[in-house]
């Protein structure tokens, strides 16, 4: 099944989406702004992470794709709790010119929508590195609220940063259409 919103389509990673990814997964700019250290990885690691995937139904993570432009990221339900009925989610965009553009609005009212109206969660978590304010203004426009700070916990640049605790729950999700009616 394919998770549709308005102007993405969320769908399994297959194995031809391997080469883009890889590009990705050694980008270090892509990289400067998602939580999480990251090592330069080879192609074999890309295809035994993919091989993983399937194994592993407490970590759902899915391609972002457009009808113009193939795959521009990746989206994810990890670390699932089916008794407490949450998950921490994330969102990574290839390409810098693709930014800016509404896709990652787009995949994140899709995923709430999936993660609140197909799974029954009862809220999602994340976190944000204090300075990626073009991920802040995202969530916030997806209904999410900052909810703690742990303070100097990424190291990037030679400097300690904040990171910040977010997380959004069902009657967010449903105050937010209720608001602004997305669907």
Known sequence: MNIKSKKVLIRAVEDADLPLLHKWANDPEIWYMLGGWHFPSSMEYQKKWFLN???????????????????????NLVDIDWKNNHAFTGLMLGDKDIRG????TDTFMGIERYAFEELHLERLDGTVIEYNEAALKLIKKCGWKEEGR???WYFRKNRYWDRLIVGITRQDYFELLQENPYW
């Open 53 to 75: 995937l399937q194994n592993d139904p407490s970590n759902q993570r899915f391609a972002i794709d457009t009808p113009d432009l193939g795959l521009i990221g990746t989206v």
């Open 150 to 152: 742990q303070r100097n």
């Open 101 to 104: 553009k509404g896709y990652g």
